[in-house]
């Protein structure tokens, strides 16, 4: 893996369609905000099988995922979408309904040593089949002399999808480009974005 320095561009669409064996319909995709971090971590199982007192085998297969997404703030449109909240006239209520499916995804901005021995930019999009995100705490408080930055973080939790007839549960796709340009063309196809 290469070094990671940045992240940009995070997108999302909302999952229209969706049977197992066939790919995802995803809806009118959004630019959410700019990105501040995202903190991917996958939940793998963590079988082992004995047999005459010693390991035969074992699975680390990848169950889901969490991933907690921040970013520099959230317009009430976009945060309406993610997280499932209903727009009546100029409000925006919150329900016990569930955060809707989303596709969503973003660009890292990476560093490594090309073959003359310089040190290039390169950018790597992520896409992320289907999650669902909420967010747990919101902290307000006011302002003191020294500004405290105060932003919120989006917890998503993903799962599965079988997106062919192979039987194989695939959660995300990640692809590198030379420019930032073509990350976004790649991101925006993804996420139904035109």
Not at 130 to 159: A, D, I
Request: proline share 4%; hydrophobic share 35%.
């Amino acid at each position: 893996m290469k070094p990671n320095v940045g992240m940009v561009y995070p997108v999302a669409a909302p999952v229209s369609a969706y049977v197992p064996g066939t790919s995802i319909t995803y809806g009118t995709g959004l630019v959410v905000d700019e990105a501040r971090s995202a903190t991917l971590n996958w939940e793998r199982a963590d079988g082992h099988f004995y047999g005459d007192d010693v390991e035969l085998d074992s699975d680390n297969g990848i169950l889901g995922y969490t991933l907690d997404f921040e970013p520099t703030g959230l317009k009430n449109s976009v945060r309406a979408a993610l997280l499932g909240e209903i727009k009546n006239s100029d409000e925006y209520e919150i329900t016990d309904d569930a955060a809707p499916d989303v596709g969503f995804g973003y660009i890292r901005v990476m560093r490594e040593e090309g073959s003359n021995g310089v040190v290039k930019t390169t950018y790597e999009g992520w896409w992320f089949h289907k999650l669902k995100f909420s967010v747990s705490n919101e902290e307000t408080r006011t302002k003191e002399r020294n500004v405290e930055w105060r932003t919120p973080t989006l917890s998503g939790s993903g799962s599965g999808v079988q997106l062919d007839n192979t039987g194989k549960m695939k959660f995300a796709v990640h692809q590198d480009f030379e420019t930032l340009a073509a990350a976004k063309t790649w991101l925006n196809t993804k996420a139904n974005i035109s």
